[in-house]
């Protein structure tokens, strides 16, 4: 108990046998918590790790032991599941560049406005988005559907960008806002001295500064519209037109031409883009939500 | 452009002048914020709107409505399959994600925090956060896979230790308690990023004054750590509650409210009634009532869970 209280209190300067008291207390104790979250996180990764092992496995394989690993590994499994699902993994990026790009392009000039300009109604207008954080999305999806139908914008691509970038918008904006918001009015004023224009105060000043938050909040609704499958069951009634993560119900419920270990492959492949994505971003991502950069 | 030279007119004038002259200055903010509320009015507003009105109507979504006053929500208020059914399952499923979301996070994160390395932690960080690039549908598949009466990995263990096999979702006795059970161990990784923010914004000072005085680990959790995370648990109770009234995923895709109405939700038969049965104004006397539900549910939120720290997070 004793290195319970001098450990944390002790820093700066002090003498070398604290020093190695200190260390093996902080290694101990890490090491206990390591194994604590070491082992939560195994038991959280399980359901992946089986997914993993069954997507090597043939049917003969399953049949035999149906969780446990074995040799040798099927990688035809996935040579079967990319010609399945290339078609549907092309629908899944369009929808997924289309609604981001209208999604963030909207949200990023209206925050703007909101944050730097002083312009009647302002005010009403950044309420009337703040009131939309309010309204939860199944009271307006129903008749969001009804609109989508009138506009003859069902089993388009449209018909899914618009409506999930309309989502998408309330919590961009504010969280946009802030941030801009944020920004020292010096910074505006120093390129107004040099002459910038208010365009180009926008792309020059105000987006390099909120490139981090962007970027999480890119990478929140790429995740976000890849995952989608309410909206899209509902306005696509074609199945060749159904996203990655929609058409694997489908194989999942198939009966005849049952390819189970293809099938599994494809689980693994529909997970995959979003996967690479969060090794390109987690750093930013991680250290976004870890900052308190998001705030409502 | 009107210039304050203009003759004398009239108070009102003159303010509104004034107003037409700062909307001509910044007419651009306008035409910036046209694309957002473009989108608005037509996939925000007016279906809201939309759903106010037709709730009190009995649209089938393409026909010419009538009105029908307050019988949809009469009909609800007293159909045995929403109140005793879906409601009980609501409330039991949504108090559980509540407090999961609340508490198993935290305790992940008051872990991650004690971690002196910071490669370490790091790590768990990422191990944590990892989970969420799996697409909603693969992480159900997978599930349901492990929950297979047959072939499912919990009765295989089940088998393995001598019990008897059980039938999970297709059960009415064990298919919501199943439900439940899915996350295991639940340790979500934004909430636990959320609250390790909460953690980090601690002055170092009181925790190492906390240590001096001789508190241990666990009191150092609840009487300091608790108490200064609360606009954290504030903020994952607002998503939680907006989340557990409103999804259904696992019963469109997989359970379709049943075996015998054992997962049905109110936003299930929502669903149904709206997509299955074409009765629109009914669907939207079901969304009233849900919106007023978390409406009134994120005020009790506020005003049970005060405090003074500045409200932020994720």
Known sequence: MTTTIIAPSSRGAEKPTRKVTRRRFRISRDWTLGLILGTLGLVTFVPLIMLFELSFKNEQQMADAMWLPALPLHVGNYVRAFSMMGRYMVNSTVFVVGTVTVSIICSTLTAYALARYDFPGREFFFMAILALLMIPGILTLFTTFIVTINLKLNNTNLGIWLPLAAGAQAFQVVVLRTFLASIPEDFFEAARLDGASESQMLTLIALPLAKPIMTTLIVLQVNAVWNEFVWPIMVLSRPERYPATLIIMRLGALIIDRDLGAQYAAYVIAGLPILILFAFASRSFIRGLTSGAIKI | ?314
Request: one cysteine or more.
């Open chain 2, 1 to 314: 452009m009107p210039s304050s030279a203009a003759l004398p007119q009239a108070k009102s004038q003159t303010a509104f002048l004034e107003i037409l002259r700062r909307v001509r200055k910044r007419w651009y903010c306008y035409v910036m914020m046209s694309g957002t509320f473009v989108l608005l009015v037509a996939f925000a507003y007016y279906p809201a709107a939309s759903a106010i009105y037709h709730s009190f109507t009995n649209w089938d979504g393409f026909r010419h409505p009538e009105w029908v006053g307050l019988k949809n929500y009469r009909s609800i208020l007293t159909s045995d399959t929403i109140m005793h059914s879906a409601v009980p399952n609501m409330v039991l499923l949504g108090l559980w994600q509540i407090l999961r979301a609340a508490i198993f996070p935290f305790l992940g994160a008051a872990m991650v925090y004690r971690i002196r390395n910071e490669k370490l932690a790091y790590f768990f960080r990422l191990l944590y956060v990892l989970p969420i690039v799996v697409p909603g549908t693969v992480f159900i598949q997978v599930w349901r896979q492990l929950y297979d009466p047959n072939v499912g990995l919990f009765n295989e263990l089940l088998k393995f230790v001598g019990m008897k096999p059980l039938l999970f979702l297709n059960d009415p006795k064990t298919a919501l308690f199943s439900l439940m059970f899915i996350g295991f161990p639940w340790i979500d990784g934004v909430g636990l990023l959320v609250y390790l923010a909460g953690l980090l914004a601690i002055p170092r000072e009181v925790i190492e004054a906390a240590i001096v005085d001789g508190a241990g680990d666990l009191r150092r959790l609840v009487r300091i750590e608790l108490p200064l995370v609360v606009p954290q648990i504030r903020l994952i109770v607002i998503l939680n509650v907006i989340n557990a009234l409103q999804s259904f995923g696992w019963q469109l895709l997989v359970t379709q409210g049943g075996p015998i109405e054992a997962t049905t939700v109110p936003a299930w038969e929502m669903y149904r009634a709206a997509m299955v049965e074409s009765r629109f104004g009914a669907a939207s006397a079901m969304g009233m009532l849900l919106f007023v539900s978390v409406f009134l549910l994120t005020l009790i939120n506020n005003a049970a869970i005060r405090s003074n720290i500045e409200y932020q997070g994720g």
